[in-house]
């Protein structure tokens, strides 16, 4: 069983919406952080939205406006709301768990601190 399962990704024109989900097993113990992260074609994986068990959530500057982060910890699932998408948002979305209860203010948003990672879901932007 994999640890996390992303689901929802796609091709879309430029302006479009995709809703990306993710399940986490429940062999994981869902701690202090879950994420999305994303990694383009021949570019470095970056971080994209993360949320706390509390719901604080950080975004990238990239992501702030368009994407929207949340959370069902009774389901087990993180989900990524992207609006008005972009060609340069294509990449390989993954999401990610981290198992500690706790996590200092601003680590959830470095992708170190994760755990178990999806195996990602495609998404595609038309210009």
């Known amino acids: 069983q994999e640890p996390l399962v992303e689901s929802g990704g796609g091709s879309v024109q430029a302006g479009g919406s995709l809703r990306l989900s993710c399940i986490v097993s429940?062999?994981?113990?869902?701690?202090?952080?879950l994420g999305w992260f994303r990694q383009a074609p021949g570019k470095e994986r970056e971080g994209v939205a993360q949320i706390t068990t509390s719901g604080t959530t950080y975004y990238s500057d990239s992501a702030k406006g368009r994407f929207t982060i949340s959370q069902d910890r009774s389901k087990r699932a993180v989900y990524l709301q992207m609006n008005n998408l972009k060609p340069e948002d294509t990449g390989m979305y993954y999401c990610?768990?981290?198992?500690?209860?706790?996590?200092?203010?601003?680590?959830?948003?470095?992708?170190?601190?994760?755990?178990?990672w999806g195996q990602g879901t495609q998404v595609t932007v038309d210009s």
């Open positions: 429940g062999s994981i113990n869902i701690g202090a952080c």
């Open positions: 990610a768990a981290r198992e500690t209860e706790w996590a200092t203010p601003g680590m959830c948003s470095q992708a170190r601190v994760y755990d178990y």
